[in-house]
């Protein structure tokens, strides 16, 4: 059910993908400090902040939307999260 090993080995080959990347000039400039921080906001729109939405939630009608319903969101997902793993039954 889970792929434990391969998804290790996965994340191996990514962090050692980002040590390589960071080596290269235009990637040496970037503020990431590790594979997490990894932002192509930061990469396509130069000069924004590393975090947070580079768009304007107006003009993303599901941003807005999204927004809009957070709390019955939330509460579901914190009604799964209560309920230890109906989460992971539910999800596989």
Request: hydrophobic share 40%.
């Amino acid at each position: 059910r889970y792929l434990t090993e391969e998804a290790a080995n996965t994340l191996e080959r990514a962090l050692a993908t980002f040590d390589a990347m960071k080596l290269l000039p235009y990637y040496s400039q970037m503020s990431w400090q590790n594979a997490y921080d990894v932002n192509f906001n930061e990469e396509w729109s130069p000069g924004s902040a590393n975090i947070g939405p580079v768009w304007d939630k107006s003009i993303v009608p599901l941003a807005q939307l999204l927004e809009s319903k957070f709390p019955s969101l939330q509460n579901e997902l914190q009604m799964l999260q209560s309920d230890p793993g109906l989460f992971d039954e539910l999800s596989f």
